[in-house]
């Protein structure tokens, strides 16, 4: 393992304004992005959707550190024939993959879910660091329900997650590692804090276990959130103060950085929240996003699979970008969301 060139790629990841793009919708979850935009889900479509975002030579180049990927996309090439991961490194920005495959019922656990990908995952790595992949992510998926999370399926994530990143490190790739507790519920923020403390720490230990080395991996968490159903949600500083207490407890310093899912919050709240938790500073870590739909709803719904709205595609995706550019700096303001709408 080259630690050193691991620390370089983990810190270029989350470099000051930079995040990182989760384009790495498999093509189930794009088949629902693009049914609601009412868009017929083909490879070319996938393709030329992409492309656009890729194309957004502003954004790319200014606000995104790095894209991921999923397996169609690292392979496809634009309508040019020039591959697509040109495009993303042409844009100064660097390729990533996703590298699970999903998740499975987890045996013995009712509603819980087991991630899956692991068997010949070494030699899939090989591949796509050949492709341009520098660094990965594997997602791990918690639920907060009755009597869940158990401790079987936290720890069997966690394992896995350690299994996955080992592996990576080996491949000399990054890996992101992505412990999700979902929103989906009707649960307060508090016993949001409590489940996502517990996972973190027992994916820390894990990683502990098989000699990850922490400078060379960044950590992909949800925030301390309240459930999407619950009534009274917290505040936006409410959010931000319990997410970094329960970060502060839980990575250590040696993460280069800490790149935030969106997990189901509007385009705004993601970037609020993300604003509101650098606007409290001294943290030992580096906070930016790695959304998925906050940074590309608005896109894709400007896009719509119209080749005359590219411009508009790109240019809404500029603006969630630059937004959350400024909130990984503690810079953003709402009015400034006002002024585009304007
Ligand atoms: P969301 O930001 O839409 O949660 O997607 C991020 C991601 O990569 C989920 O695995």
């Known amino acids: 393992m080259n630690l050193a060139e ?197 994916t820390f230990q894990e990683l502990y276990y098989q000699k990850v080395a922490l400078e060379g991996m960044i950590l992909k968490p949800n925030m301390a959130i309240s459930g999407k159903k619950a009534q009274n949600r917290a505040s936006v500083e409410e959010v931000a103060e319990k997410t970094v207490r329960l970060l502060k407890g839980c990575v250590p310093p040696a993460v280069p950085g800490i790149a935030f899912l969106s997990g189901g919050q509007s385009d705004e709240e993601a970037t609020a929240h993300l604003d509101a938790m650098n606007r409290i500073g001294g943290l030992p870590w580096k906070l930016t996003f790695s959304y998925g739909r906050a940074l590309q709803a608005a896109p894709q719904k400007a896009w719509s699979g119209k080749t005359e709205n590219t411009a508009a595609g790109q240019q809404a995706f500029t603006h969630r970008a630059q937004m959350n550019s400024l909130a990984s700096k503690g810079e953003w303001k709402a009015d400034l969301e006002k002024k585009k709408a304007a």
């Open 6 to 202: 691991l620390n370089r790629i983990a810190n270029a990841m989350v470099a000051p304004g930079k995040g990182i793009l989760a384009a790495d919708e498999s093509s189930g979850t794009i088949k629902k992005r693009f049914d609601a935009i009412k868009v017929e889900s083909t490879e070319d479509n996938r393709r030329d959707y992409r492309e656009m975002l890729f194309r957004s030579r502003e954004a790319m180049s200014k606000y995104i550190s790095g894209v991921i990927l999923y397996d169609e996309t690292i392979w496809q090439k634009a309508k040019d024939g020039t591959p697509l991961v040109k495009l993303i490194e042409q844009a100064g920005a660097i390729p990533g993959i996703k590298v699970d495959e999903g998740t499975q019922p987890l045996p013995n656990c009712p509603g819980e879910l087991i991630t899956v990908g692991l068997d010949k995952l070494a030699e899939r790595l090989k591949k796509y660091y050949e492709q341009g992949a520098r660094f990965a992510k594997w997602r791990a998926v918690i639920d907060i329900g009755k009597g869940i999370p158990s401790y079987a399926a936290v720890h069997t994530n966690a394992h896995a997650l350690a299994r996955y990143a080992a592996l990576c490190q080996q491949a000399e790739i990054v890996p992101i590692v992505e412990p999700e507790v979902l929103m989906d519920g009707d649960h307060g923020i508090d016993q949001c804090f409590e489940v996502t403390e517990f996972v973190l720490k027992e």
